[in-house]
Nanobody
């Protein structure tokens, strides 16, 4: 499984960004997909995940009212819509894949390269 993330950039506090991650490889449409982030000097942390059907999600509490995870109809792309961004949301965001939500939200089997999100105050 290969994961290609995009959509990062510089945004002012209060603004929005939409990240995308294209998954390719065998049986990828059956994988749960998710997002993690890592800020400078901090550990990588879970952000959001959804199952292969896209009808079950898990979202970290600090972003659940501002971030939305979704998946396109062919199941190969996962999106992270980020609204009301705060300086503390600045990080490198990584997409991930695994066989189910419990695993993708803790110890994913596959990682994509990161995309940098910078939030100016």
């Amino acid at each position: 499984v290969q994961l290609q993330a995009s959509g990062g950039g510089l945004v002012q506090a209060g603004g929005s960004l939409r990240l995308a991650c294209v998954a390719s490889g065998q049986l990828v449409q059956w994988y749960a997909l998710g997002w993690f982030r890592q800020a400078p000097g901090k550990e990588r942390e879970f952000v959001a995940a959804l199952n292969w059907r896209g009808d079950e999600t898990r979202v970290e509490d600090s972003v659940k009212d501002r971030f939305t995870i979704s998946r396109d109809s062919d199941k190969h792309t996962v999106f992270l819509q980020m609204n009301s961004l705060r300086p503390e949301d600045a990080a490198v965001y990584y997409c991930a894949a695994a066989g189910g939500i419990p695993r993708v939200s803790t110890t994913p089997d596959f990682w994509g390269q990161g995309t940098l999100v910078t939030v100016s105050s």
